[in-house]
């Protein structure tokens, strides 16, 4: 409404659905038009006047305008721009978000649709609503559907991997492998580890802040008939950084940094930290244990050997794992490949990102050192390390990036992933 000077007021009636049949004709009385969330969305529908077409197709209301139900999720869903014509699409869940999902590729002309949910019975109920605007090339997925069955576009539907609980994953990796496109509707956190691994491959993956952006937008559009949204189209197209932003505000999350030795996270952390202002904190995990051990790695190496510096590697973790804000954490080379971490960032919601750097330039940068324990026994035990861990790093890794580049793209990467870089910049 700022964006195009309209003089309004939006704001949050929280009603429950007791109280939704005293509440509601009064706001149908007293104001101009609003949006409806779960669980209210087909609720409503008696209490309007009439349903736009869009309505019908979704079962569902988001929309209200002088009495009139529309919704605007399937425009939101549309204006992502996945492309889904002549392709295999596969979406996960069959609730409210799904069926959008589901409508949408089959009024976007794609080959075949499968709905992969684990109720069953909503998800047989979305195939014959599908199958009864006239597109039949609609499925279940089956309990064991084979995981050699090429899914071109991936849509998740699904809560799996919405903050807090980010360490979930709705598709399995042999699927993301194959898929050309992957969207997710969850828009917290911004990226979900769905979005994520399928970037690492260089498929084109998009979170849902923009489809929550643009089906504000379209009902925007609904109650302001006669404004011309299009002029405003810079400052509209700034609200979804600030809306990132605020998502990290309201619902921190952890970022861990992985890597080898001399891969460049510390540095990498602390400019990525720097660029995000207050919202995101700097952690290095091996100063928190050098602090707590009252020596450095080298000394605690040298008095407790690997072992010692492991248990306290791992406390130190899980305390920073489940301490409360927002961080970006540069984990030592070693901390993530040890049995039970991956499990235990999972099991905290926290996303891994790791900077693959090419052994050449990690030996470039730290070759000399003489103050890490690990690399004191020679160049190929340092190799033969490298190699070990490289397939698990890759492995816990939610977000690989090429290390050997200069820090600023490194940096830029890792914003844009999470739509977190400035637009302006
Ligand atoms: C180690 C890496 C070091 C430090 C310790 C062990 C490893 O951190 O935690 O010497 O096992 O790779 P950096 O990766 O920050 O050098």
């Not at 009064?26 to 104001?31: A, N, P, V, Y």
């Not at 209200?64 to 425009?75: E, I």
Request: hydrophobic share 45%; net charge negative.
């Amino acid at each position: 409404m700022e964006a195009v000077g309209i003089m309004g007021e939006y704001q949050l009636y929280d009603i429950t659905p007791e109280r939704l049949g005293d509440e509601l004709p009064l706001l149908l009385k007293t104001l101009d038009g609003f949006n409806c969330t779960i669980p209210h969305k087909q609720a409503v529908i008696p209490y309007l006047k009439d349903l736009a077409p869009s309505t019908r197709l979704y079962g569902a209301v988001n929309t209200v305008f002088n009495g009139h139900g529309h919704n605007t999720d399937g425009a939101g869903f549309a204006a992502c721009g996945v492309d889904m014509e002549g392709r295999h699409v596969w979406v996960t869940g069959s609730g409210g978000v799904s069926r959008v999902l589901a409508m949408e590729a089959a009024r976007a002309g794609a080959a075949s649709i499968i709905v992969d949910a684990r109720n069953q019975q909503s998800a047989k109920v979305l195939v014959n609503d599908v199958k009864a605007i006239g597109y039949n090339a609609i499925r279940t997925a089956t309990t064991d559907e084979a995981e050699d069955l090429v899914a071109d576009v991936i849509l998740n539907g699904t809560p799996v991997g919405m903050w807090p609980n980010a360490g979930g994953l709705s598709v399995g990796m042999q699927r993301i492998h194959q898929a050309q496109a992957v969207f997710d509707t969850i828009y917290n956190p911004t990226a979900t580890r769905l979005v994520l691994k399928a970037k690492s491959q260089g498929i084109p993956a998009t979170g849902g802040l923009k489809m929550l952006f643009e089906q504000a937008l379209a009902a925007q559009r609904i109650w302001n008939p006669t404004i011309d949204f299009d002029r405003a189209s810079e400052q509209l197209s700034r609200i979804p950084y600030g809306l990132a932003r605020e998502v990290l505000r309201q619902c921190p999350i952890k970022l861990l940094l992985t890597g080898f030795m001399g891969s460049g996270k510390s540095h990498i952390g602390q400019q990525v930290s720097l660029s995000m202002g207050g919202d995101l904190a700097f952690i290095d995990l091996d100063e928190v244990i050098a602090q707590r051990a009252g020596k450095n790695i080298t000394q605690i190496f040298a008095a407790e050997g690997e072992a010692g510096f492991r248990d306290l590697e791992r406390q130190c973790l899980l305390e920073q794992l489940h301490a409360s804000g927002s961080a970006i954490i540069a984990t030592g080379g070693g901390a993530l490949v040890q049995p039970g971490a991956a499990e235990a960032v999972q099991a905290a919601g926290a996303l891994v990102i790791y900077l693959d750097a090419p052994f050449a330039t990690v030996m470039n940068r730290i070759g000399a050192d003489t103050e890490r324990p690990l690399l004191q026994s020679g160049l190929l035990q340092a190799k033969a390390l490298y190699e070990l861990r490289r397939p698990l790093y890759e492995e816990v890794a939610d977000l690989t990036v090429q290390a050997d580049q200069q820090a600023n793209l490194i940096v830029e990467t890792i914003l844009s992933a999470f739509e977190w870089n400035h637009p302006q910049q």
